[in-house]
């Protein structure tokens, strides 16, 4: 199930599952302990067969009581194991000292500050010292030792074989519903959750502090009180594809060019063309029926050097663009690749006013950086906005300046605010890019595109492959979807191609995955 849930609604799920009498926190805990065995093993399978010295360090909540469970399940397996505590174990929340206790009465808990001392010794270290319940800058203790473990050189020691660190839930310090240190934060090597991921797992620095994800299960998931209303946000995948909650991407049999839309991307002046015919060409390999590229007369030439099966109009201002889009049948626009500042000042309002599914991305933002309320105006709710982060703190730098504040307190300010908070303002759908593109709607809803762990695709940093992604959405809005169907569709299948083509990627790679990336996906339908 692809839902993140923030801190809050994971508790109301932990409580609703304990109120029901199905569980108790104790259960929970003892699970989420195994849990953490489960996937350490996964991942390091050698530890299985051989047992190391390990080193627990177990904070002043749950998370500590989780540490707890590691450690005597540790212990069983045969390890030799430290518990240092972080916080008096007298005052632990109830679950937690149940299993403080059980420790205690068997071997002793060591205090903090004698960690320092073991840690060259050992092949694992478990962070539990601080989960979901992290909401202020780490101190004291806690922060010593989170700086000597992000300082701490692996291998040094133990080249072949060196120590892990395991991440109980959440690295210590990292928000869990934004993915921002409150601070400083734990590095770990992997990190280990519960019934769901949450949103700070996969936004913003989340991943480089998490190492690698593993989401182990509680249980819960047959709980008919599952708050289903609770969910924070829809990670994108195959699974959301296959579960209709996006249109199937195969073309109906029996149909037209025309049935599957036809789009329109604005090009710029002579030598500009370039962005505006990436954009056209993946409108198109997405499925589009037809794809027009309206440069202004002079770029004609150059565009009819460069296309074939993208057709040509050429368009020299807004009356161009008007008279054009009394055919009624174009269904989609896509401004701002190579527009240029003023083209775009020019042709935004006449395309707005269309009323048509539009995609404004690029020129089409920044040109309205000195008056983003006069866009906003003109916006409606068949629009996708397409920032990336500088574009974003041009239209929204209020919003931006909160995103890059220090955050004093958790919950932080999150990227999924962040593009929420657009929505809302602009009144329409927001697709903010990046490695954890965010598409936001004014009512609230998010869908997530991670592209981190097993989905890292560094090689999108490449000049063009926004152009391409504002193609697809365009493509997309042109045969039906809605705003925010076509932007986590397309978000999802650009990073898709980039994986389907790996290393050496430039943009115009891009749209020629495409065909692969829906043939797995038909392949892999029921
Ligand atoms: N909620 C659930 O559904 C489940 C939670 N479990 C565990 O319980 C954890 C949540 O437990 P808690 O709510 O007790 O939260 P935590 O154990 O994450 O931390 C809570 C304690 O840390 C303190 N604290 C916050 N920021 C601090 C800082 N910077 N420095 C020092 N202390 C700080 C708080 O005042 C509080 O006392 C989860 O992360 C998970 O590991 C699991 O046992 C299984 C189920
Ligand atoms: N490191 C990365 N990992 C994953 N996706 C990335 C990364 N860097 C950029 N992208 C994606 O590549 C695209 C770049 O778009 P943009 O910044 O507009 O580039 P351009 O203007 O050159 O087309 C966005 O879809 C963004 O999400
Ligand atoms: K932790």
């Not at 003892?30 to 489960?38: F, H, M």
């Not at 397409?386 to 703190?393: D, I, L, R």
Request: hydrophobic residues 45%.
């Amino acid at each position: 199930m692809p839902e993140l849930l923030t801190a809050d609604q994971m508790r109301a799920v932990e409580r609703a599952a304990i109120d029901n009498g199905r569980v108790t926190g104790l259960d929970l805990m003892e699970r989420a302990g195994r849990g953490v065995i489960a996937a350490m093993l996964e991942h390091w399978p050698h530890f299985a067969v051989t047992p190391g010295r390990a080193a627990v360090l177990c904070g002043p909540g749950n998370n500590g009581g989780d540490g707890f469970v590691v450690a005597r399940l540790l212990r069983d397996r045969g390890w030799d194991v430290t518990v240092f505590a972080y916080g008096e174990v007298a005052k632990l929340p109830p679950d937690a000292a149940i299993n403080a206790q059980g420790w205690t009465e068997t071997a002793p808990v060591q205090p903090a500050s004698l960690f320092t001392d073991l840690r060259e010794e050992c092949d694992l270290i478990v962070d539990a010292i601080l989960g979901i319940g992290a909401t202020r800058p780490l101190q004291g203790a806690i922060e010593a030792t989170v700086k000597f473990l992000n300082e701490y050189k692996p291998g040094e020691r133990k080249p072949r074989d060196r120590c892990r660190i395991v991440s109980v839930d959440l690295p210590t310090g990292l928000c869990s519903d934004s993915g921002r240190p409150l601070g400083s934060a734990v590095r770990a090597d992997l990190t280990v959750t519960f019934h769901r991921a949450k949103p700070g797992h996969y936004l913003s620095d989340g991943p480089a502090h998490c190492g690698r994800l593993s989401v182990q299960p509680l249980g819960l998931d047959r709980e008919p009180t599952y708050p289903h209303e609770t969910v924070s946000a829809t990670l994108i995948g195959e699974e959301t594809l296959k579960r209709g909650q996006v249109p199937c991407l195969g073309k109906r049999a029996g149909g037209h060019k025309f049935s599957h839309g036809h789009a329109v991307v604005a090009a710029g002046s002579v030598g500009k063309g370039g962005a505006a015919r990436l954009s056209a060409r993946a409108a198109l390999r997405i499925g589009a029926g037809l794809v027009t590229v309206a440069p202004p007369p002079a770029a004609l030439i150059e565009n009819a050097a460069h296309l074939d099966a993208i057709m040509l109009h050429a368009i020299r201002d807004a009356r161009g663009l008007e008279e054009m889009l009394t055919d009624e049948r174009i269904k989609a626009l896509c401004l701002g690749p190579g527009l240029g500042g003023d083209r775009a000042r020019d042709l935004v309002p006449v395309a707005l006013a269309a009323s048509r599914g539009t995609v404004l991305d690029a020129d089409a933002l920044s040109a309205f950086a000195d008056d983003p309320q006069e866009l906003f105006a003109m916006l409606h709710d068949r629009c996708v906005l397409t920032p990336h982060g500088g574009e974003f703190a041009r239209l929204f730098p209020d919003i931006a300046d909160r995103l890059d504040a220090m955050p004093a307190r958790g919950p932080a300010f999150s990227r999924m605010d962040a593009a929420r908070a657009a929505a809302a303002r602009a009144g329409c759908t927001v697709l903010l890019k990046g490695p954890d593109t965010v598409v936001a709607d004014p009512d609230g809803r998010i869908s997530l595109n991670p592209a981190v762990y097993a989905r890292a695709a560094p090689w999108l940093a490449t000049a063009g492959s926004g152009d391409v992604l504002s193609g697809m959405i365009a493509g997309l809005l042109a045969r039906g979807d809605t705003p925010h169907e076509a932007a986590a569709t397309a978000a999802w299948l650009h990073t898709e191609c980039a994986l389907e083509f790996g290393p050496g990627l430039i943009a115009e790679d891009l749209p020629e995955q495409i065909p692969a990336v829906l043939r797995r996906l038909s392949a892999n339908s029921p």
